[in-house]
């Protein structure tokens, strides 16, 4: 590897599984120290399995299997204070820090018109003002550094409506003036924020049958996942019906990298032209 990320620390949120895991090994792999969080643990109105304590230990475990230095912890987005605390830990331990990745996110479907309060509420809570509280707690670490990236996880929701998902799709489309707020900020600080925008992703989050379910419903039972790949292909330009979670981190490797050091307050699909149909 080209160790484009030599001397610098990550901080990550949803760490544990997916886009999370795959930016911690990608960013591990060109030099960079690791802070990773998750809650590891289920949330309220998500019927997705959650992520555990030992997933965040094989995130750290392949970290480490690629030469990379990285630090645990379990955090709530939701919880400012512990996410504070954490962070201000995490960095003593390793110096400072120099990239945030906001990556920690649920999914949950209802019509808007049928959803419970509590569902939008959650939803809110954790992929927008979870989103807000990271870059909160991390930004002073950034200004410290004189520098910094901050790539915040939206989706095509963030540039596009999608069906039964209105929650989701107000708080990806909140990520993106949090993120064109926060470049007006820390500008003057040398700290660039720019958000990702990802198609279906093969991860746990769509893995699974309530999601499968949601993209084909004309079946009486789970779809595969040949099926739900039928479904999910037609989202896409591409002939693909997903990206895989590397792919993402690679767009986040490039963002936080010297080679996007004039980049900031852009939204960069990673969607296999998913927006554009």
Not at 40 to 57: A, E, F, K, N
Not at 70 to 89: K, N
Not at 158 to 175: D, S
């Amino acid at each position: 590897m080209s160790a484009r990320l030599a001397g610098k620390t990550a901080l990550i949120t949803g760490a544990a599984r997916g886009i999370g895991r795959a930016q911690a090994v990608r960013f591990a792999q060109e030099g960079a120290a690791i802070i990773a969080m998750d809650i590891c643990g289920p949330v309220d109105t998500v019927r997705i399995p959650p992520s555990g304590p030992q997933d965040l230990d094989e995130t750290a475990r392949l970290v480490r299997q690629v030469g990379g230095r990285i630090v645990t912890e379990i955090v709530d987005v939701r919880d400012p204070a512990a996410l504070r605390h954490a962070t201000d830990s995490a960095a003593t331990a390793f110096g400072g820090i120099d990239i945030v990745c906001a990556t920690a996110g649920i999914t949950s479907r209802a019509l808007a018109d049928e959803m419970s309060e509590a569902t939008w509420r959650t939803m809110l809570d954790i992929n927008l003002t979870g989103v807000w509280s990271t870059c909160a707690a991390t930004a002073p670490h950034l200004i410290d550094r004189g520098a910094g990236s901050m790539i915040l996880v939206s989706s095509i929701a963030g540039l596009r409506g999608l069906v039964g998902v209105a929650h989701y799709t107000a708080a990806k489309h909140g990520v993106v003036g949090l993120m064109r707020s926060l470049a007006h900020d820390l500008a003057p600080h040398n700290v660039r924020v720019n958000c990702v925008h990802p198609t279906n992703v093969d991860t746990d989050m769509i893995q699974n049958d309530v999601v499968r379910s949601a993209f084909r419903p004309d079946l009486d039972r789970p779809p595969t996942r040949s099926e739900f790949a039928d479904a999910a292909g037609a989202m896409n330009l591409l002939a693909v019906p997903w990206v895989d979670p590397v792919d993402v981190a690679n767009a986040c490797l490039f963002l936080a990298s010297d080679e996007a050091r004039y980049i900031t307050a852009v939204t960069l699909p990673v969607d296999a032209g998913a927006t554009q149909r």
